[in-house]
């Protein structure tokens, strides 16, 4: 059985800073490792990648610093920019011989201003779709890319809804989205599927737009919600029994008791490469000899429930691929 990991975990909430647990001083040979997720504790993506870089970690050889900047529950400019100059602080400090980050935010308002061409290497994961918006210097930072799989959700549905044509994209209203809206929309254009997108803040806009989605296209994309404000799953879950009348699709698994069905990303993939690849990069592997990577694992899901109620049934052949989501 392994030790158990001695990780200190900061959840950074400016202006207090809570420390929830702690490690002993770092012993010698072990290498330090500061782990930047953007979101928070809880948030079922940021969980998956956490573990899985922990995991990968061992901790006789590894001591792990890690900080949630929790900026999907707070979303606003000036709280993104206090948490990134706190973290850049907490980084000086601590001297690690490597950073992972993780998500879109710790990218863009933590290593894109002030981690570029320094000594120390970064490794990012969960960055969705594409880096080359930040500009990244490949002498010292690599990654892997989140890429989800909206083009195979939409070719399977196509084969069972040939006349499917007008799609809704119901997300919510985050740094994220706003970045991937451009790219969903080239996306889904090009495979014959026109597509609207609504961003929304709060539990009832998303109800509002859900209602009326279902009686206005041919199918509805949920994206996620967790920084939905004020969102309810058990209402959720009501809410959507009482309205759905097309198809609802994701591409998370934490958006499967809400769909009937998705092909998700496993995010735990990205915390595993991020581990795999400080381990490369910390043995004398240059970063710019590292390729920008992007995900291969790939799970399917279905919510038998939900399809009935808009008589959706997949063949046995995609039945025995999925996973099947319960009550």
């Known amino acids: 059985m ?19 647990s702690s490690c002993g001083m770092q012993d010698e040979g072990r290498f330090k490792i500061v782990y930047v997720n953007s979101y928070h504790q809880g948030h079922p993506p940021s969980d998956q990648i956490t573990a899985g870089l922990m995991e990968s970690l061992p901790v006789d050889s590894f001591e792990v610093i890690a900080h949630f900047m929790d900026t999907k529950r707070n979303s606003s400019l000036d709280y993104i920019e206090t948490q990134a100059a706190a973290l ?11 950073l992972v980050v993780s998500d879109d935010n710790a990218v863009k308002y933590l290593v894109k201003p002030h981690l570029q061409n320094q000594d120390m290497p970064v490794v990012f994961c969960g960055v969705n779709w594409s880096a080359d918006q ?27 809804y040939p006349s499917m044509k007008r799609l809704l994209v119901l ?31 709060d539990f009832d806009s998303w109800k509002a737009v859900f209602k009326e989605a279902n009686l206005s296209y041919d199918i509805i994309y949920l994206q996620t919600q967790g920084a939905i404000k004020n969102w309810d799953h058990n209402e959720a879950k009501e809410f959507i029994n009482q309205h759905i009348k097309v198809p609802l699709v994701t591409c998370e698994d934490h958006m499967m008791p809400y769909s009937i069905f998705g092909m998700t990303q496993v995010s735990r993939e990205q915390g595993t490469w991020a581990a795999e690849t400080a381990k490369k990069i910390l ?45």
């Not at 451009?182 to 609504?198: F, H, K, M």
């Not at 043995?283 to 590292?290: F, H, N, R, V």
């Open 88 to 98: 850049l602080d907490s980084i000086k400090n601590a001297s690690p011989d490597l």
């Open 134 to 160: 930040y500009g990244l210097s490949r002498n010292n930072i690599t990654g892997i890319l989140e890429m989800l799989p909206v083009e195979e959700v939409m070719a399977t549905m196509k084969s069972y």
């Open 283 to 327: 043995q004398g592997t240059p970063p710019s000899e590292i390729p920008v990577s992007r995900n291969q694992m790939v799970s399917i899901w279905f919510n038998p429930d939900l399809a009935e109620k808009v008589g959706f049934q997949p063949d046995a052949t995609l039945m025995g691929k999925a996973r099947i989501i319960s009550d």
């Open 171 to 201: 997300n919510e209203n985050t740094t994220t989205s706003r970045k991937t809206k451009p790219l969903l929309d080239t996306l889904l254009n090009r495979i014959g599927i026109e597509v609207t997108q609504a961003l929304v803040d």
């Open 2 to 20: 392994k030790p158990t990991r001695p990780v200190t975990i900061w959840l950074l909430s400016l202006p207090i800073l809570a420390l929830f």
